[in-house]
């Protein structure tokens, strides 16, 4: 049995289109893969950031009226 004509070439043809539509889905995988661990960093160091002054905010709500307590009781 013999192939139609053409089918060869076809068939060479999309393997190398197959072959050259992976070589871009892996490059895309990898820039996907080095923003994803860029953004993580920059989110974890939002995350510390923010609990750094909440934490400092936090102090100053609860010193004032510990501060205010102490000044009353002394006058």
């Given amino acids: 049995m013999t192939e139609p004509s053409g089918w060869t070439e076809y068939s060479k043809f999309v393997l190398k289109e ?3 539509l992976n070589n871009q889905f892996e490059k895309i995988s990898e820039k996907i893969e080095k923003q994803n661990t860029t ?3 920059e ?3 939002l995350k510390l950031v923010t609990a750094k002054q909440g934490a400092i ?3 100053v709500a609860g010193a ?3 501060i205010i307590s102490i000044v009353l009781h002394l006058v």
Wanted: glycine residues 6%; hydrophobic residues 40%; proline residues 7%.
């Fill in 57 to 59: 905010w936090g102090f």
């Fill in 18 to 20: 197959l072959e050259r």
């Fill in 39 to 41: 953004y993580t960093s």
């Fill in 43 to 45: 989110i974890t160091n």
């Fill in 64 to 66: 004032i009226p510990v």
